[in-house]
């Protein structure tokens, strides 16, 4: 295989399949198919990542059997080449809010049961400063850190936008207060970005793609995570609760109810901030009229799901009050681009 080769084919194509923080291209055909993994460049982290994908992925190959088998991976240039898995995207074939093939669900019961048996002496090392194991609070910390971080980094347009559409300045206040009951759990690997757009099957097998997120944490919060990302049908979703707390380990299992409205809890607060920018930037950069109102109805129900879980009496914007502020930012973020010097020339006094 010649790695290079593959990369810059792919580099060379416009059909990829483009997600926040990578660009997966097809590369060949048949049994000699591979998918090109390279990063996006300039994209703003929003979630946590402790370990570099390829890294993981080595390590837990004798423990999950659904994850995609890594062929190649460089620093420099930075790329990864992964097995191309056939089948169909989740996303495209059972979108939400229709139901999902009942081997589907049994694949993803399988999934947590072999990511809460990983052992953790076969994983990467954490980072320094990371919460130790059995520390929920301080994992629960670490998540409402990254909240505030993306909060406060704003520049002045974007602090604007979030105070107009009523977005604390701590929007992690009334969590933090509530993490402290947090009952301690066994740390297991969570993969922490399980959706849709993430699983692949081809009616035999799901495949789980894109571990870049994978974290060392308190399990409840990857089942919390998958069922926020999913909206599921409630059917669906009371099974995958079952399913999980069958897979899970007992001493993982005491006060897991509690932790899962917490984190359920913390995932809608933390989409309403982290999507403020998002979707103000494709309401600002839409054209038609259909098609900003559906994007401002989307997030003005972010805002109206975030509500219990922050401190304000404010109430959530319309999506009338979220295009024009949408239009606002947009008008303030291209005036601001115009007025900065250009990068490396000198400031005036």
């Known amino acids: 295989m010649d790695a290079m080769a593959l990369y810059e084919e792919a580099c060379r194509r416009d059909d990829a399949h483009t997600g926040y923080y990578n660009r997966n291209v097809r ?3 048949g049994d000699r198919a591979v998918m090109v993994r390279i990063p996006t460049p300039g994209a703003e982290s929003m979630d ?20 995609p088998q890594l062929l190649h ?4 240039p930075p790329f990864q080449i992964h097995e191309f898995i056939a089948g169909r995207s989740l996303d495209a074939m059972c979108p939400a809010g229709t139901p999902l093939p009942e081997r589907v669900l049994d694949d993803i ?22 919460p130790g194991d059995g520390d929920t609070a301080g994992f629960a910390a670490s998540l409402l850190t990254l909240v505030r971080t993306i909060r406060a980094d704003g520049d002045e347009p974007t602090q604007r936008l979030y105070a107009e559409l009523g977005v604390p300045r701590d929007p992690c206040a009334l969590l933090e207060r509530r993490a402290v009951a947090l009952g301690s759990r066994p740390f297991r690997l969570l993969h922490a970005d399980l959706h849709r757009g993430n699983m692949i099957t081809d009616g035999r097998r799901t495949v789980f793609l894109d571990w870049e997120l ?8 990857d089942l919390a995570d998958h069922l926020h990302k999913m909206s599921y049908l409630p059917r669906e979703d009371t099974r995958v609760r079952s399913l999980w707390r069958r897979a899970a380990p007992a001493d993982c299992r005491p006060g897991w109810e509690d932790a899962l409205t917490f984190y359920l809890g913390f995932e ?17 950069a839409a054209d038609a009229p259909r098609a900003r109102r559906s994007l401002a ?32 930012w947009a008008r303030a973020r291209d005036a601001l681009t115009t ?11």
């Open 73 to 76: 991976a460089q620093a420099e």
């Open 27 to 29: 590369v060949g055909s």
């Open 48 to 67: 946590l990542s402790l370990w570099p994908e390829p890294v993981l992925l080595d390590a837990i190959r004798p423990y999950v059997g659904a994850a």
């Open 297 to 328: 109805a989307e997030l003005a129900a972010k805002y109206t799901a975030a509500q219990p879980y922050w401190l304000s009496d404010a109430p959530p914007p319309t999506p009338d009050a979220i295009e024009r502020a949408a239009d606002r």
């Open 214 to 221: 994978a974290l060392w944490g308190d399990p409840v919060y």
């Open 268 to 284: 809608r607060m933390k989409s309403a901030v982290v999507d403020t920018v998002r979707w103000t930037r494709r309401i600002a």
């Open 109 to 130: 019961g399988e999934l947590f049961g072999q990511l809460l048996r990983v052992p953790a002496g076969k994983l990467p090392a954490a980072p320094a400063g990371w």
């Open 339 to 349: 007025t900065e010097p250009p990068a490396g020339s000198a400031g005036t006094s």
